[in-house]
Nanobody, 121 residues
Framework: QLVESGGGLVQAGGSLRLSCAAS????????MGWFRRAPGKEREFVAV????????YYSDSVKGRFTISRDNAKNTVYLQMNSLKPVDTAVYYC????????????????WGQGTQVTVSS
């Protein structure tokens, strides 16, 4: 089970940190990713982190502004979002999968329920 938290309303230029707490599986066995779905749009890949946190990859739209990290001792993955823009408004989902590269292709075994992020101009 994956449970996201940390979403909310923020002004443009502000920051938020999303968390995703995992339970029921060996967290460190999974690559973890963040995705988002904006109103009227398809789900979009945001970021992925490898099982040991040794590798990360970001979509071009968030590179340099967002940072993904994980704490395997706490079974939690984070998404630090800085310099937020109104176009970042979306429901953000975390996902877990066996493959780092697979996550970037939406190949995830588990998905959270999502947390809403709204960025006002």
């Amino acid at each position: 089970q994956l449970v996201e938290s940390g979403g909310g309303l923020v002004q443009a230029g502000g920051s938020l940190r999303l968390s995703c707490a995992a339970s029921g599986r060996t967290f460190s066995n999974y690559a973890m990713g963040w995705f988002r779905r904006a109103p009227g749009k398809e789900r979009e890949f945001v970021a992925v982190i490898s099982r040991s946190a040794g590798a990360t990859y970001y979509s071009d739209s968030v590179k340099g502004r967002f940072t993904i990290s994980r704490d395997n001792a706490k079974n939690t993955v984070y998404l630090q979002m800085n310099s937020l823009k109104p176009v970042d408004t979306a429901v953000y989902y975390c996902a877990a999968g066996p493959s780092y590269s697979g996550i970037t292709r939406y190949a995830a075994d588990y998905w959270g329920q999502g947390t809403q992020v709204t960025v006002s101009s």
